[in-house]
């Protein structure tokens, strides 16, 4: 077997802003993340990578893979397989079969996930999304040693599309990486994307609107209504964020959402009320870019109360739910750009 170093031509590294200057799978630069609340910080927001994928293509039967933490710790409402471990697909994105996990063997004793898989000796694109939940350092990779390695085929929309908003922006608590409501749309249609998901964090700050303005993107998704301590705080941030983002970029698309777990928060309608405000107001000065989304349909009718691990997070079926109503919209966005 030969290994490689994933920081190596031809392999490629998408969901990660500052890789391709730093080498780095970091969200944020530490001079920005030091303007931010502490808990950037204490709680790694701006350092691990939920939404990063490595990419390439390779006719080896082979694929071992070693993914290395800085350090690894137990999160109260995700298990290992869900915040520490990577997910991986084979063949075209939007039709992908998936392999499965690279993940800690030695739970939490040992700071590096591992996994080998198997696959047909011909050219495929290999998709790996890599763990949400802790810094990574370094990913090694291994192939047969006749392997050949390619670049990877170009999403079909290259430009990224950011989501920026809370802990189920960031995927909790689904069960696997890949299935975060985002990565999911990401293979659907065939996107490139930046999870900008800052679990508990993400309140609307204008450094932050101010750093997504210098990030290319094809469409901004406004999601952190739940992050807001409180309704108040919402209505103070929420719209002033949104012009900050159009002074800067006057024809991006901007979907607005609110929360999808509707049913457990007794402000919740002030908060729709307050998301959907700002789309009005947008709407009503003539611009033409802005989407919004009702986040209690998200769930639908039937068993709603099944989409919840804790009557916040969606788990696997409220996450696919959630991407279900997304779809239409975001892909009659990217079709009009």
């Known amino acids: ?95 992908s079969v998936y392999k499965g996990l690279i993940m800690p063997r030695e739970g939490y004793g040992k700071p590096e996930a591992t996994g080998t898989f198997h696959k047909e000796k011909k050219m495929e694109d290999v998709t790996v999304f890599l763990p949400r939940n802790e810094e990574i350092t370094d990913v090694f990779i291994q192939l047969d040693d006749d392997a050949q390695v390619e670049a990877p085929t170009p999403y079909r929309y290259a430009k990224p599309i950011l989501y920026y908003g809370s802990s189920i922006t960031e995927g909790g608590c689904c069960s696997m990486p890949s299935t975060a409501y985002n990565a999911l749309l990401s293979r659907w249609l065939d996107a490139d994307y930046y ?49 900050r983002i159009r002074e800067h970029s006057p024809d991006l698309p901007v979907l607005f959402m609110t929360k999808p777990n509707f049913d457990f928060d007794a402000d919740s309608r002030e908060r729709r009320q307050i998301v959907f405000d700002t789309y009005q107001q947008a709407m009503n000065r003539g611009d033409k870019n802005v989407y919004f989304l009702d986040g209690e349909t998200f769930f639908g009718t039937e068993d709603r109360f099944a989409c919840t691990n804790d009557c916040l997070h969606p788990n696997d079926l409220g996450m696919y739910r959630m991407a279900k109503a997304v779809y239409p919209v975001l892909a009659k966005i990217l079709q009009e750009i």
């Open 1 to 95: 077997m030969k290994e490689y170093h994933f920081s190596q031509s031809p392999f490629r590294v998408f969901g990660a802003p500052l890789f391709e200057k730093t080498g780095k799978l970091w969200r944020l630069p530490d001079d920005l993340t030091a303007q931010l609340p502490k808990f950037f910080v204490e709680w790694q927001l701006a350092h691990r990578c939920p939404g990063a994928r490595l990419c390439f293509r390779t006719d080896s039967q082979t694929l071992s893979f070693r993914i290395c933490f800085k350090s690894i710790s137990v999160d109260i409402g995700m298990s290992l397989y869900a915040a520490q471990s990577g997910n991986v697909f084979v063949g075209d994105r939007p039709s």
């Open 195 to 243: 999870n900008f998901g800052f679990s508990g964090c993400a309140r609307g700050e204008r450094i932050m609107a101010d750093y997504i303005n210098s990030i290319e993107k094809s469409v901004l998704v406004m999601d952190y209504d739940h992050n807001a301590p409180d309704a108040r705080h919402l209505k103070e941030t929420h719209a002033p964020f949104f012009r």
